[in-house]
């Protein structure tokens, strides 16, 4: 069982770890990344202990950025049969 559910609004983002972070009772902070929350993963786990969270958010909204990132770089959707 989840040890807590948080909004992505509540984690903030370490640009070291490229990870969205939230402190863990154990002192050290669970993680999840954008390229997990693009692919649907909601649960964010701490590296130095057995808890993990849930991680409450909108995943239309990291599909978008993704969107975004590809027509900044010129890539463009491909469809495949």
Known sequence: MSYDDVEIEDMEWNEELQAYTY????????????????LGEEIARCPSCSLYITVIYNIEDFLADSDKNRQNKGLQPVAVA
């Open 23 to 38: 402190p863990c009772p154990c002192g050290d902070l669970f993680q999840i990344t954008k390229e997990d929350l693009k």
